[in-house]
């Protein structure tokens, strides 16, 4: 069975850090992209950074890059999102996910993924 876990998340001052963590299990982990996206109150999901677990092909939302950077961990089936100089605007519940079929394409699309974690949310305050 399929988990994705996240945690990380909390409030923290506008210019400050966060690390997001996304522990995973029941994947075949080498084949498969992950993903972090992220949803605002009345606001649609949307991709934040992708990577496929080797570490290759990471991409980033225009709005994250040059502060957020993904990475993974082999040996410990998790990825991380570490998110520097956090904005009010980066207030969202943050979503780590895999694409069993990955893609440039698919890597940046919320409806290719396959399974989600259930989100932490994470608060900058100005």
């Known amino acids: 069975q399929v988990q994705l876990v996240e945690s990380g998340g909390g409030l923290v001052q506008a210019g400050g850090s966060l690390r997001l963590s996304c522990a995973a299990s029941g994947l075949a982990f080498s084949t498969y992209a992950m993903g972090w996206f992220r949803q605002a109150p009345g606001k649609e999901r949307e991709f934040v950074a992708a990577?496929?677990?080797?570490?290759?092909?990471?991409y980033y939302a225009d709005s994250v890059k040059g502060r957020f950077a993904i990475s993974t961990d082999n040996g410990k089936n998790t990825v991380y999102l570490q998110m520097n100089s956090l904005k009010p605007e980066d207030t969202a519940v943050y979503y780590c996910?895999?694409?069993?079929?990955?893609?440039?394409?698919?890597?940046?699309?919320?409806?290719?993924?396959?399974?989600w974690g259930q989100g932490t949310q994470v608060t900058v305050s100005s």
């Open positions: 996910a895999a694409d069993r079929y990955p893609t440039p394409k698919t890597m940046v699309d919320a409806a290719e993924y396959d399974y």
């Open positions: 990577s496929m677990w080797s570490g290759s092909n990471t």
